[in-house]
């Protein structure tokens, strides 16, 4: 296992035992927006999972896609139901032991973001560092929860505190829906793509691939808009005479020098 692999497996594995922990919790201690908060972990779970066969399986593989659709499908029905069952299950006064689970699951998600932040940062991972910003994101709907539960117990004073964990759980649900909407719009732009064409920096990196005095020419180069990414597949031609092992130097500075460069941007680099 490489190191990058690594980390997206501990973030995986301490994301799955989060939403159980929480699912389970929500169950026993009677609090429907912890449940949901679960679930939320959950869905933000698979949209990872697509966004790393988008970029592992083909663009054609319709599997892929049939299988990232209907994950989206799935996520967006939860958030719905979630809401219905959050309305029509009314008032129910949680068990409040689950202050401090709720507590540690905020902790447990900022430290889990920190460690893809940094990790991020480390390998120059774009996606990385992004999932990152958009876990710590997420720390937020686990604070919600957390006052739905504090206002929950001093329902008993203020009446209206007593639909804190229905309001919670109503809120959180919309963020699993949005997720479920990514997730679905992440995978119909990887089937349509955006090309993008006369972008200017776009330029600058084929400018910059150019003037690199190994390249011979630059024999294509497609550039597409995933979401926040640009995607830029280019096809150089190199010196005959270089060695193998050379040639393959050589892409391994230019690919690594514009990823230092442009953080949005995905270049693979071929040799044509
Ligand atoms: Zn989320």
Redesign the pocket.
């Known amino acids: 296992m490489n190191k990058l692999t690594y980390t997206v497996f501990t973030s995986f594995m301490g994301n799955t035992f989060l939403s159980i922990v929480k699912i389970i919790a929500g169950f026993v201690g009677r609090s429907m927006s912890l449940i949901v908060d679960g679930v939320?972990t959950f869905?933000?779970q698979s949209l990872e999972l697509v966004t790393m066969s988008n970029s592992r399986y083909n663009k054609n593989n319709g599997l892929k896609h049939f299988i990232n659709l209907f994950t989206g499908t799935i996520v967006l029905g939860l958030g719905l139901s979630f809401i219905y069952l959050a309305i029509s299950r009314g008032v129910v006064i949680p068990r409040m032991r689950l202050l401090g689970i709720s507590l540690f699951t905020i902790v447990f998600k900022y430290v889990l973001s920190t460690y893809l932040m940094e990790k991020g940062k480390l390998y120059n991972n774009s996606i990385l560092v992004n999932d990152a910003k958009?876990s710590n994101?997420?720390v937020l709907?686990s604070v919600i929860v957390f006052i739905a539960l504090i206002l929950m117990t001093l329902s008993d004073k203020v009446e209206y505190f007593k639909y804190a964990d229905m309001a919670a759980s109503i809120i959180v649900s919309l963020?699993v829906i949005?997720?479920g909407f990514v997730i679905i719009s992440r995978d119909l732009t990887e089937i349509f793509g955006t090309k993008v064409d006369n972008l200017e920096y776009i330029n600058s990196i084929k400018t910059f691939i150019e003037n690199n005095r190994n390249v011979m020419g630059i024999k294509s180069m497609v550039t597409h808009k995933y979401g926040p990414y640009y995607e830029v597949r280019c096809d150089i031609i190199l010196d005959n005479n270089l060695t193998l092992k050379f040639a393959n130097e050589v892409v391994k500075y230019l690919e690594y020098v514009i990823r230092r460069t442009y953080k949005d941007v995905i270049i693979i680099i071929n040799i044509a």
């Open positions: 939320h869905a933000d958009q994101k997420d709907s963020f949005y997720t």
